[in-house]
């Protein structure tokens, strides 16, 4: 059985950091792509960013451009989202989401998501 | 970035209706689409990939159709668990866009 288990949110102070990470299981990791999609409660689906299966793919939504920083440890299982110059308009739940191609397209796994809140 | 719309953005609907949900794309996507059906404090699931080609344990009821800029989600025959926010998502180039979302309830 696939899981994504999300860690790393909780309260972030304007312009510092957060570091979100994504523990896979259940399914051969280093094969495909993985994607973070955040959504304010309440609110629509924002996908934020993607990376191929051997991080030579990488995509980001606008708004977070220059911050964002995705990664992934193949060899560990594991997504990463490093986040700077953390803004208010950033609190979301962020979810980890994996694809079922080594490129990314449109993901088909997803963890419960970790919220991220930034107030100061 | 290509922009994602989505009509309608809500709809009342029986049990037993057939419902149709339309996204258009700003610019050409080929097949670059997926659907996605979410319910409150879930995590989204997977109907569609490839704009028609059903996830596997999704009910049949189920179908995508569409290329290049127009595409929808239909359900057949909607079902009391259909309940739902339904999202369209552009893969064809970053950054990949989600659609505004029809949220589909009880009539």
């Known amino acids: 059985e696939v899981q994504l288990v999300e860690s790393g949110g909780g309260l972030g102070q304007p312009g510092g950091s957060l570091r979100l990470s994504c523990a896979a299981s259940?399914?051969?990791?280093?094969?495909?792509?993985m994607h973070w999609v955040r959504q304010v409660p309440g609110k629509g689906l924002e996908w934020v960013s993607g990376i191929g299966h051997n991080s030579r793919s990488v995509g980001y939504v606008d708004s977070v451009k220059g911050r964002f920083t995705i990664s992934r440890d193949n060899a560990k299982n594991s997504l990463y989202l490093q986040m700077n110059n953390l803004r208010t308009e950033d609190t979301a739940l962020y979810y980890c989401?994996?694809?079922?191609?080594?490129?990314?397209?449109?993901?088909?796994?997803w963890g419960q998501g970790t919220l991220v809140t930034v107030s100061s | 970035d290509i922009q994602m719309t989505q009509s309608p953005s809500s709809l009342s609907a029986s049990v037993g209706d057939r419902v149709t949900i339309t996204c258009r794309a700003s610019q050409g996507i080929r097949n670059e689409l997926g659907w996605y059906q979410q319910k409150p404090g879930k995590a989204p699931k997977r109907l569609i990939y490839?704009?028609?080609n059903l996830q596997s344990g999704v009910p049949s009821r189920f179908s995508g159709s569409g290329s290049g800029t127009e595409f929808t989600l239909t359900i057949s025959s909607l079902q009391p668990e259909d309940f739902a926010t339904y999202y369209c998502l552009q893969h064809n180039t970053y950054p990949f866009t989600f659609g505004p979302g029809t949220k589909v309830d009880i009539k």
């Open positions: 259940g399914f051969i990791f280093e094969d495909y792509a």
């Open positions: 989401a994996g694809d079922t191609r080594s490129w990314p397209e449109s993901p088909a796994y």
């Open positions: 490839a704009a028609s």
